[in-house]
T-cell receptor, first 113, second 113 residues
Framework: GDSVTQMEGPVTLSEEAFLTINCTYT??????LFWYVQYPGEGLQLLLK?????DKGSNKGFEATYRKETTSFHLEKGSVQVSDSAVYFC????????????FGTGTKLQVIP | DVKVTQSSRYLVKRTGEKVFLECVQD?????MFWYRQDPGLGLRLIYF???????EKGDIPEGYSVSREKKERFSLILESASTNQTSMYLC????????????FGPGTRLTVT
């Protein structure tokens, strides 16, 4: 079945550091890929998405590129802020009628001033 | 903005009790979902519904049931709560056009003692 693997956390960075959170996936067909973010005490929010190979999703300074050849969708940000501290989930949806979403286990990011 | 609300943020119940978790969305979304979130396991789908009175089992439906009598409301029922159902429960909704773009509620942290 489909699966998503993301790097284990927690990741601790200083403010203005470069962020990479790795995500790889296993799926049949051509899934859509997502990054969701969960701020403390809140539910998940969609951060960005990409629906086909080589697409780049971007939002709030975060970017991720759909790499079919390496089955990856790594999240990057050039300069993190304290307010980016959250748990980040990589996810995919299959192309079936229900578009079932499979989530990774989440990576906690802590940004210190 | 889409708003998904859950009836309680924190809930403590005793083993064997019947537990109701309520979720309401205000954006006329067709699809609604119940997940549980556990450390190291990410989000796992319990049940989902793509229309009123319709339901489908997710990956871990055992010990749970659901009810969707109105489009905006989706209830998760634990018929006889057990300690292994202690978890964070997240409700989500989405449109039929973009099933995988889900909007989440803030979650209910359920403790079963």
């Amino acid at each position: 079945g489909d699966s998503v693997t993301q790097m284990e956390g927690p990741v601790t960075l200083s403010e203005e550091a470069f962020l990479t959170i790795n995500c790889t996936y296993t799926a049949t067909g051509y899934p859509s890929l997502f990054w969701y973010v969960q701020y403390p005490g809140e539910g998940l929010q969609l951060l960005l998405k990409a629906t086909k190979a080589d697409d780049k999703g971007s939002n709030k300074g975060f970017e991720a590129t759909y790499r079919k050849e390496t089955t990856s969708f790594h999240l990057e940000k050039g300069s993190v802020q304290v307010s980016d501290s959250a748990v980040y989930f990589c996810a995919l949806s299959d192309q079936g009628g229900y578009q079932k979403v499979t989530f990774g286990t989440g990576t906690k990011l802590q940004v210190i001033p | 903005d889409v708003k998904v609300t859950q009836s309680s943020r924190y809930l403590v119940k005793r083993t064997g009790e019947k537990v109701f978790l309520e979720c309401v969305q205000d954006m006329d979304h067709e699809n609604m979902f119940w997940y549980r979130q556990d450390p190291g396991l990410g989000l796992r789908l319990i049940y989902f519904s793509y229309d009123v009175k319709m339901k489908e089992k997710g990956d871990i439906p055992e010990g749970y049931s659901v009810s969707r009598e109105k489009k905006e409301r989706f209830s998760l029922i634990l018929e006889s709560a057990s300690t292994n159902q202690t978890s964070m429960y997240l409700c989500a909704s989405s449109t039929t056009r973009d099933r995988a773009e889900q909007y989440f509620g803030p979650g209910t942290r359920l403790t079963v003692t």
